[in-house]
């Protein structure tokens, strides 16, 4: 099972998404040039040791585009246990990179919302014994109902205290202490047999409904019946009208009963309340509305539901105005059922073969209804306070494994830089002369390891074993006799591509040094002329001197001990340094 840590309780679930994502994207691109670098830099400072480094192992790979490179270059034997290190490098840099491009999914997959539930001061009104009913207020009985399904507040006992219906609080029963308690039995949906006598006796009364259809009386048992204080019916549904007669085609008879043993409204101790729902189809309807709601026959398809709840209060000797007031049907009985036919307004459903369903509430729905009818009754007249109850905070949860993973591969991140920095700090004067990126190789093909920060003699240079081909890199210097910037040698230099050449111009009105490291000398001791003189001979010193090879020496430095062959370039503008030799 995945664990999870809260982060936040201010920021939302899309802001720290786009944060993780960020820093995910920011870390991986930092770990892979950290990776590139620290691989390069622990191959160039084994030339502290004057030892030879291969040049395939100064390599280097930021993104995937050039590790792909490498791969086609290298093959199979990337994975052999010469290129072990390059091959490490490049899976590395890979997964560094599909890490970086996956970011905002992770961030998604690593992250979740939850809550706490911290006590917090919370607004809300107290209940008072000042009303004794309330009529057609459906959308705040809604409300409540709605509230306390979201608190999860239990059906087993009745609200002294109403928190502000905006307030996102939570029931922990540490933080209530109601004046009644109750105890609930629900009956399910069930099918009964109804028939309609045409008993008038009580008519425009709570017993009308139960006189007419006798069958009702079976939903009470005998003890019920004899102590019930008040019962009250309501019939709701639609009926059709045709030239020969009228008929209910659905329809729902509203019971509510009370059993009060004091048979009082003041200082009750406890009562005993019946909701029942009876939905009925295809009934016969009056030949005279105003004497009853039905005629006589049977109402077919009869079903109910029902909760009956004993209320009780829990401190039998205590009493206050500011507690629930449970005794709504004293002074307007039949309002209870009456309540009923105005919140159920969506009971009966069309279906798509034309019928229409009807969907009675259950007996818990009832009683949620009861519980917030009467809060709401009861707090009719507000009379406002503070209360320290639980509340449920939204918060933002992120993955304890993503944690501990981001965790290392930062840590790694923070060990490799300082790694560099120590290297650096220790061989920065080997590091410095050693070409890394694309542009340190290019101008390292242009000038050698000539540049204007170190000298021929004491900076590490690329160069190839005399014995095996004696060929190497020129190193360049300008005419002036003083080393050339990275930056002007990169900037001066021009690629030609008829000649397959590197152009170095010096200046608007000379010839120009061109360097081609590619093409190998055909004889390696038999060099050619410029401008048709005799073959040019190996040169002891690089100054400068008047003559027809003058040009060529000024490409020389000081310390050179090559031998060179120089020819005219096709457009006969520059002089090409095709092969030398030490």
Not at 114 to 122: A, K, L, N
Not at 263 to 284: E, G, K, Q, W, Y
Not at 369 to 386: C, E, G, M, N, R
């Amino acid at each position: 099972m995945v664990a999870w840590v809260v982060v936040t309780t201010r920021w939302t679930l899309a802001e720290v998404q786009a944060v993780i994502a960020v820093i995910i994207t920011l870390v991986c691109f930092l770990a892979s040039s950290t990776v590139s670098r620290l691989f390069w830099q622990t191959s160039a400072v084994r030339l502290s040791n004057n030892r030879n480094v291969p040049v395939s192992s100064l390599v280097t790979s930021t993104s995937p585009s050039e590790v792909w490179d490498v791969l086609r270059l290298f093959k199979f034997r990337l994975f052999s246990s010469r290129h072990r290190g390059l091959a490490i490098q490049g899976m590395l840099v890979v997964l560094l990179n599909v890490c970086g491009i996956l970011a905002g999914v992770i961030a998604k997959v690593s992250t979740r919302t939850g809550s706490i539930t911290p006590h917090r001061t919370t607004q809300g009104d107290m209940a008072t014994r000042s009303m004794s009913d309330e009529i057609d207020n459906s959308v705040r009985w809604q409300k409540i109902m709605d509230s306390l399904d979201q608190a999860q507040f239990p059906r087993d006992q009745l609200l002294d205290f109403l928190p502000d219906l905006n307030s996102d609080w939570v029931y922990k029963a540490e933080d209530w202490n109601s004046t009644f308690a109750v105890q609930c039995h629900t009956t399910p949906q069930t099918l009964i047999s109804l028939e309609a006598v045409g008993n008038y006796t009580y008519s425009f009364t709570g017993l009308s409904a139960l006189y007419e259809v006798p069958g009702l009386w079976s939903l009470f048992s005998d003890e019920w019946i004899r102590d019930a204080y008040m019962y009250d019916t309501k019939v709701y549904g639609q009926w059709t009208t045709t030239t020969s007669t009228t008929f209910w085609d659905y329809g729902v008879i509203w019971i509510t009963s009370t059993v009060q043993p004091s048979n009082t409204s003041n200082d009750m101790t406890d009562m005993s309340v019946a909701l029942i729902a009876v939905c009925f189809r295809h009934s016969p309807y009056p030949s005279d509305p105003d004497v009853g709601s039905f005629g006589i026959g049977p109402l077919e398809q009869s079903f109910f539901t029902k909760v009956e709840c004993d209320i009780t209060r829990k401190r039998p000797d205590e009493f206050s105005y500011f507690e629930a007031y449970p005794n709504v049907f004293y002074n307007n009985s039949h309002l209870s059922a009456m309540l009923h036919s105005q919140f159920w307004p969506n009971l009966f459903r069309p279906t798509s073969d034309g019928n229409t369903q009807i969907n009675a509430p259950s007996g818990e729905e009832m009683f949620r209804l009861y519980q917030a009818y009467t809060i709401s009754k009861d707090t009719f007249y507000p009379h406002p306070v503070t209360r320290e109850i639980s509340t449920r905070v939204r918060t933002v949860e992120v993955s304890i494994a993503f944690l501990i993973v981001a965790a290392a591969v930062i840590s790694s991140l923070l060990v490799g830089f300082i790694r560099i920095l120590l290297l650096w700090k220790r061989h920065h004067h080997i590091i410095k002369d050693v070409p890394e990126s694309k542009i340190d190789w290019m101008i390292q093909s242009l000038q050698g390891s000539n540049v204007k920060r170190s000298s021929v003699s004491s900076s590490p240079g690329l160069t190839m074993p005399a014995a095996a081909t004696g060929n190497g890199y020129l190193p360049l210097s300008s005419s002036m006799g003083r080393d050339l910037d990275k930056l002007d040698v990169l900037e001066g230099a021009v690629f030609n591509v008829a000649d397959g050449v590197c152009t170095n111009p010096r200046s608007a009105n000379s010839d120009k040094g061109l360097f081609s490291p590619t093409t190998l000398p055909v004889t390696p001791r038999r060099f050619g002329s410029v401008n048709g003189s005799p073959s040019l001979s190996r040169h002891a010193s690089a100054d400068p001197s008047s003559g027809q090879y003058s040009e060529l020496a000024t490409l020389l430095p000081t310390t050179s001990n090559l031998w060179v062959r120089a020819h005219r370039s096709r457009d006969s503008d520059s002089t090409l340094v095709s092969h030398w030799e030490t």
